[in-house]
């Protein structure tokens, strides 16, 4: 075991596996805040909190079982805060879903996509192209953005699909510390009234 500087008389704690008992007992104690549906794994790190989800038939490509960050996103942060409730978590993850599935973020590289699939005997198979599934992805956030209203969807936009934090989007917007997460709870709200969530 490397030596390790610590100041005088302190004693190293160790688990029955060598690890210093601080850097094994890392797990955060809002580790027990994850949704109903998914099964926690274990953390690798301090800023993730790992989950595993069940995919719904209609989103299932090559696996039905997903391992998801629920701390890469700021929704996901005031989830695990008890901050927001399920029902308005898996609204803004549909909004962020469809965000990101209608490509509306702007590009920061060109585009290296292949062209377009001959149709036909040699071609692709006939189903949906992805310039489909990219417009029925914009409809649905625009009909979702809609619903939840002008004054309420910036916050959303800030916070959800574009990744800020509270802090950054009240700046942005000129409000008042602490105002953007009644104001995004109430737009969550909205949200999952449009996507008929229960």
């Not at 004054?151 to 959303?156: A, M, N, R």
């Amino acid at each position: 075991m490397p030596k390790v500087a610590r100041r005088p008389g302190a004693k190293r704690a160790q688990t029955g596996t060598g690890v210093p008992a601080r850097a094994a007992s890392a797990v955060p104690a809002s580790a027990s805040a994850v949704p109903a549906s998914a099964s926690a794994v274990p953390a690798a790190g301090p800023n993730r909190l790992l989950t595993e989800i069940h995919l719904p038939p209609s989103a299932v490509i090559d696996r039905a079982r997903v391992t998801i960050n629920l701390a890469e996103s700021p929704l996901g942060w005031l989830v695990r805060r008890g901050m927001v409730g399920p029902r308005q978590f898996e609204a803004g993850e549909r909004l962020r879903a469809d965000f990101t599935r209608a490509q509306l973020s702007p590009r920061t590289t060109m585009a290296w996509d292949a062209g377009p699939a001959m149709r036909g005997a040699r071609g692709a198979p006939n189903g949906p192209d992805a310039t489909t599934a990219q417009l029925a992805a914009k409809r649905r956030f625009e009909a979702a953005v809609t619903a939840v209203g002008g004054g309420l969807s910036d916050i959303l936009w800030r916070v959800v699909c574009n990744g800020e934090g509270l802090e950054t989007a009240e700046r942005a917007l000129g409000w008042p510390a602490r105002a953007g997460k009644v104001v995004l709870l109430l737009a969550l709200d909205r949200l999952a009234d449009a996507y008929q969530l229960r």
